[in-house]
């Protein structure tokens, strides 16, 4: 399993240095004509633009590995590309998916759907602070109760699809999730975000089915109490999965999060990362 795990983190992140060794160069030559980084070193505006081009393109490669692990867990029809909890009819081409989508028969386009969950999660935001703050009202019980019903108020004759970050069936419930790196949005995106995780879940339209905001780091530092924008939208920690939490609920039993960690140092040092990243600078610089 171990060995598994590291193939599936090699081969996805193969296709990431691939990826960002192609179009180094162009993304370089941008930044050199940036006035505003004129006085910079080379090396230092290179290390600039590889450290961009990774934390912009790596999101995709890490959710993918996300969803080769919990496979590995739960199996591969209960992480499927297509999720489609109420089975039905749809015409849709699994061959011609990137990620995983919900096929749903609510109208998600429906401006009055979306005004009342915007207006769900905007009367239950958290306020105050310290010894005075009442967490969000946005709870699995309080999702179950106020949105669920939406997804029959709603529903049509025609099948829509919603892309789904990472979704899958833990032999009890599904999961869905909003999946970012380290889940640091500023206040203005945050809501917007935690919407769209609100919609797939009323698109989901079952009663065993559980929505969370997860992290695959924590940008806090692992162990401590992650913070963030979107704490103030979602009841903390409940709707959430933070860094190690999320790991440890699709990894495979048998491997921590602290080995998987080690897998992942090494799938890296076996593409030669490092050397590559030297490569590309020294490429751009010295022709």
């Known amino acids: 399993m171990r060995n598994t795990i590291k193939q599936i983190v090699f081969e996805e992140f193969s296709k990431l240095t691939d990826l960002i060794e192609k179009d180094f160069a162009a993304n370089y030559k941008r930044k050199v004509n940036n006035f505003l ?3 910079m070193d080379e090396n230092i505006t290179a290390s600039m633009v590889f450290a961009s081009s990774f934390e912009s393109k790596s999101g995709f490669a890490i959710e993918t590995c996300a969803k080769r692990i919990a496979r590995l867990k739960f199996g591969e029809k209960n992480v499927p590309t297509i999720v489609n909890p109420r089975n039905l009819s749809h015409d849709f081409d699994e061959t011609r998916i990137s990620g995983q989508i919900v ?34 009202g946005v709870t699995q019980s309080s999702i179950k109760e106020h949105l669920l019903p939406l997804s029959e108020k709603y529903r049509t004759t025609e099948i829509y699809s919603k892309p789904v970050d990472l979704a899958f069936f833990d032999g009890a419930e599904w999961n869905v999730m909003e999946l970012k790196a380290g889940g640091d949005l500023d206040s203005s995106n945050a809501p917007s975000n935690v919407e769209k995780l609100l919609t797939i879940y009323v698109d ?5 089915c559980k929505a969370y905001f997860a992290t695959l780091y924590n940008k806090d530092g692992e162990g401590n109490t992650w913070k963030g924008a979107v704490k103030k939208h979602l009841a903390y920690p409940e709707m959430f999965l933070i860094g190690k939490n999320l790991w440890t609920k699709i990894l495979p039993d048998g491997i921590s999060f602290e080995e998987f960690e080690e897998i992942y140092k090494e799938a890296l040092e076996e593409i030669g990362l490092n050397d590559r990243i030297v490569e590309m600078i020294d490429k751009c610089i010295n022709g």
Request: glycine letters at 12%; aromatic letters at 2%; charged letters at 30%.
């Open 204 to 208: 989901m339209g079952i009663d065993n």
């Open 103 to 136: 096929v749903t028969d609510v109208d998600t386009h429906n401006g009055n759907l979306r005004g009342e969950i915007s207006a769900f999660r905007a009367n239950n935001e958290a306020k105050g602070a310290g010894k005075k703050r009442v967490e969000s």
């Open 37 to 39: 980084l004129s006085q």
